[in-house]
Nanobody, 117 residues
Framework: VQLQASGGGLVQAGGFLRLSCAAL????????MGWFRQAPGKDLELVAQ????????YYADSVKGRFTFSRDNAKNSVDLQMNSLKPDDTALYYC???????????WGQGTQVTVSS
């Protein structure tokens, strides 16, 4: 499985961005897809994830109510709509996927999100 991430960019506080993660290869074997982020000097943080079989979603408290998943089954992709962005959302965002409930095994390239105040 390969993951292709796109989206991100520079936006002012209060603005919005959309991240997309497309799974190539044996996408049907995936159990969960998620977005992580890492700000300078900070640990990698799980931002949101979706269980593909049930559409069950998880959002970190810091983004709940502002970020939302959507799916495009035809493209095997999941999008993360990020609204009401804050400077604290500035980070390098990574798309990840896993085959079970264990560790994330597949990673896309990072995409930068920068929110100016």
């Amino acid at each position: 499985v390969q993951l292709q991430a796109s989206g991100g960019g520079l936006v002012q506080a209060g603005g919005f961005l959309r991240l997309s993660c497309a799974a190539l290869g044996r996408a049907s074997t995936l159990f969960t897809m998620g977005w992580f982020r890492q700000a300078p000097g900070k640990d990698l943080e799980l931002v949101a994830q979706i269980t593909l079989s049930s559409n069950t979603t998880y959002y970190a408290d810091s983004v709940k109510g502002r970020f939302t998943f959507s799916r495009d089954n035809a493209k095997n992709s999941v999008d993360l709509q990020m609204n009401s962005l804050k400077p604290d959302d500035t980070a390098l965002y990574y798309c990840g996927a896993r085959l079970s409930g264990g560790k994330y095994e597949f990673w896309g390239q990072g995409t930068q999100v920068t929110v100016s105040s």
